[in-house]
C-alpha cells in the first residue's frame, strides 16, 4: 500500500531567458532589505550576470553585498564569512548565484544567521546536530544544472579544516524564489554539464531503488524524468550550446531533488549519496561524478535484495530487451547505465575521478560514512560499515 | 523553443491515512485564529470526519465555524453567505472539506473577505472583473479526488440567479495546506469517481494540445500522469474500494492542475473547460463528465490544425497502433479515448449527460462561452462563437 507522504515544493520558479532582471522585485515581494549575494567564480562580472542583477536591485532600491569565492564541495569557512558581513550589515535575505555550492553556502548563513554567535558547523558536525533556531530567506539564481537546491530543502557543506563533508536538511530553508535561465548554463564546460546530470538522475535514483510499495504515479514520473535527463545529456555532451537541451536538464534538476519523485515511498536509499560525499570530503572530487563513478559498483552489490526496482529500471529507463531471467535482465540495465556514462564523459570507478584511496583510506571513508548515517545506510538493501569499505574497494 | 515558464505550487501537502488529525497544528502554523470549515453534504457527520476534524481543532484550542450546503457547480450566494459569517465572526482562515465546489466556495471567501461590503460576484462576472484586494488564507481536506483546487490557483463559481458559470485565477488563492487522505474517497459513487478522473485528466489534456514548441520533460510527464489515471479509473470502476488506486488519482488530481504539467508551453487551451461551463451554468452536469461529453467532438473538430500532438497522444497517451497517415493515427488516439470514457461509464455525447439542449440553447450558451472568453478561446485551434455552436451541435 502506498505510504503516506509530505510534499512541499513552495519556491516561486521563474524559468527562462532574461528572467535575472527580476531579482530586485522579486526580493521585495519577500521582504528583503538588504541582500547579500554569494557567488563561486568571478565569471559572472564577465558574462553579463552580475550586471543584470546590479541593474535590477538598484531599480528596486535595494542595498546589496557580494561574497565571492565560494568552491565546488563549498567550505564552512566560506559561511561563517558571509555571517561575518551579515552581522555586521544587518543582511536579511541570502541568495546564492550558480550550482547547489553558491546556494547551499547561502543556506547555511541563512541558517547560522538566526543564531549568529554560535558555530554554524554545529548543524552540519555529526557529534553536536545542532537545531537552528530558524532560517532567514533565501533565494537562488541558477547557473548550474545539478544539485536541485534551488528548489529543495537540501544544503551539504565541507569543513575544510577536517575534509568532512555533511548535509543538513529542513524545510526552513527551501528558497522563496528561483531563478532559471538556461542561457548562463550553455557556457559550462562539459565535465560540469554531465556531471550536473549525473547528480540529478542519482536524486532520483536514490528515491526509486527502494523497499516496499510505490506510487504507480510517482515511478511513472521519475522514469519520464530519468529518460529526459539520458538523452538530453547525450544531445548536450555533443551540442553544449543547445539551449533546449539545457532548459530539459536545468528543469529536471529540480524536479529531480524537491521531493516529486520521492512521494508515496517509504523512505529513499541515499547510500551512493553519503559514500560519495567521503570522496568529495576527502579528495574534493565533482559530486556528480562521484555518484556516477560509484553507481554501478554499488548496484551490482545491492540488486539482488530489490530486484523488481532494478528489472523495472532496466527496461522502463534503459529501455534494454529482457534477459532470460530478472537477475539477467538487472544486470542489463546496469550495464546500460554504465555505457551511458562512458558516452558521456563520466567515471564508472574510483580510478576515473584521478585518484586512487589507500587501503586505510577506504576504511576511514567507510568509517566516516557510518558516523555520518548513524551506523547504517540504505534502502535497497542496508549497508553496514564493513559493506561499504567493500564497496570503495570494488569500486577502485 | 522553450517558452518561459513560471511555476508556484506552495502548498503544503499531507498525504495519507489518519492525516485529517493534524489540521488544528497546520491552522495554527500558518496563523488562522478563526476558521470557517465550507462543506457539501452531511456525509462528513456521519463518515467520521468532522469528530476528526473537531478534535483537532478543539485540541489545538482554534474556534471555528461550520458552512454546509455547497452544491456541485457552487454558487456564489453560497460563497456570500460564508462572508456574512465571517464578518459577524472575524473569521481569517477559511478551509473547503470536499473536492473543488468546497473548496472554490472557501477560495471565494477568502476572497470577498478582503473588500468586504463589495460583492465577490463581480470577481467572476464579465462585465465587472474587479480585482480583489487579497485573499485571506485557504486550506483544503480533499475527500473527492477531480478539480485540483486543493493546489491550484483556480476557482469556478456560478450565479444561481443567472446560470453562469465563471472562474477566477490567481496565485493568492494557492491553498496554504493540502490533507488528502484516499480513505475518505473509498465510498465515493462511481458516477463521481470517474467524472473526477476525467476532469483531472482534461486539466492536463488542456495543458497538452497546443500549438509550438513545448518540453520533453513537461510532455513526458503529462503523458505518464495520462496513463496513471487511465489505468487506475479502470481499476476503480470495478473495485471502488481499492486503496492504492484512489491515492494514485487523488495525488495525480492535484498535479494535473497546479502547473506542473503545462511547464514552458504558451498557453493551455481550454477550449473544452470553457465549452463545459456553458452546460454546468445552465444544465447543472457534472463537470468531468460534461467535458467528457465534449472532448471528442471538440478534438474531431481541431485535430488537423493540432495534429503532431494528436498523433503523439495517440501513441504515447492511448497507445495504439500508429496508422498509414498521422490523420489516421490521430483519429485512431480520438477513438480509443472515446472507448476508455465508455468503459469507465463517462458519456461522449451530450445526450449522454440526460440532456438536450435546443437550437436557441447552443446559440445561446456559444454567446455566453465568447463573453468568457473575450471572443475567442483555444490554442490548439482558435475557437470563435461559431465554432463552439458547431461543437454543441455536433456533440448533441
Not at 555518484?291 to 528489472?311: E, G, H, M, N
Not at 563520466?346 to 576511514?364: A, K, N
Amino acid at each position: 500500500m502506498a505510504y503516506n507522504f509530505f510534499y512541499y515544493a513552495p519556491t516561486e520558479v521563474i524559468f527562462g531567458k532574461d528572467t535575472v532582471t527580476r531579482v530586485g522585485e522579486l526580493v521585495k515581494k519577500y521582504g528583503g532589505k538588504k541582500v547579500l549575494f554569494v557567488y563561486g567564480s568571478e565569471r559572472i562580472r564577465t558574462n553579463g550576470l552580475l550586471d543584470q542583477i546590479e541593474a535590477s536591485m538598484k531599480e528596486a532600491e535595494i542595498p546589496y553585498w557580494l561574497l565571492g569565492g565560494v568552491v565546488p564541495n563549498p567550505h564552512i569557512e566560506k559561511a561563517r564569512e558571509g555571517m561575518e558581513i551579515a552581522k555586521k550589515e544587518g543582511i536579511d535575505f541570502f541568495i546564492g548565484i550558480g550550482g547547489g555550492s553558491a546556494i547551499d553556502t547561502a543556506k547555511a548563513i541563512a541558517y547560522g544567521m538566526t543564531d549568529p554567535d554560535k558555530d554554524v558547523w554545529e548543524l552540519y558536525d555529526d557529534a553536536v546536530k545542532r537545531i537552528p533556531s530558524g532560517c532567514y530567506p533565501v533565494a537562488a539564481i541558477l547557473t548550474i544544472a545539478a544539485a536541485g537546491s534551488e528548489t529543495s530543502n537540501s544544503s551539504v557543506l565541507t569543513n575544510a579544516a577536517t575534509g568532512i563533508k555533511r548535509s543538513y536538511n529542513s524545510e526552513l530553508a527551501r528558497p522563496k524564489f528561483a531563478i532559471m535561465d538556461p542561457t548562463y548554463t550553455l557556457t559550462l564546460p562539459d565535465w560540469q554539464t554531465e556531471s550536473g546530470c549525473a547528480d540529478m538522475m542519482m536524486h532520483t535514483m536514490e528515491r526509486y531503488f527502494v523497499q516496499g510499495d510505490t506510487m504507480e504515479i510517482t515511478d511513472t514520473i521519475a522514469e519520464a524524468l530519468l529518460r529526459t535527463v539520458i538523452k538530453n545529456a547525450k544531445i548536450l555532451h555533443k551540442d553544449p550550446q543547445n539551449y533546449d537541451a539545457r532548459a530539459e536538464v536545468m528543469w529536471a534538476g529540480s524536479l529531480a531533488h524537491n521531493g516529486l519523485t520521492g512521494c508515496g515511498i517509504h523512505a529513499g536509499d541515499f547510500a551512493c549519496h553519503l559514500i560519495e560525499h567521503e570522496l568529495g570530503g576527502l579528495f574534493d572530487v565533482t559530486h556528480g561524478a562521484g555518484l556516477a563513478a560509484i553507481w554501478s559498483t554499488w548496484a551490482r552489490y545491492v540488486y539482488k535484495d530489490c530486484l523488481p526496482r532494478f528489472v523495472r529500471y532496466a527496461i522502463e529507463v534503459m529501455q534494454v530487451e529482457p534477459g532470460e531471467t530478472d537477475e539477467e535482465t538487472a544486470l542489463r540495465g546496469i550495464a546500460a547505465m554504465e555505457d551511458f556514462y562512458k558516452e558521456i564523459g563520466m567515471p564508472t570507478r574510483i580510478r576515473d575521478l584521478g585518484i586512487m584511496p589507500t587501503d586505510e583510506q577506504c576504511r576511514e571513508m567507510a568509517k566516516s560514512c557510518m558516523v555520518a548515517s548513524g551506523g547504517k545506510k540504505g534502502e535497497a538493501k542496508v549497508l553496514y560499515e564493513e559493506d561499504v569499505y567493500n564497496i570503495y574497494k570494488a569500486a577502485l
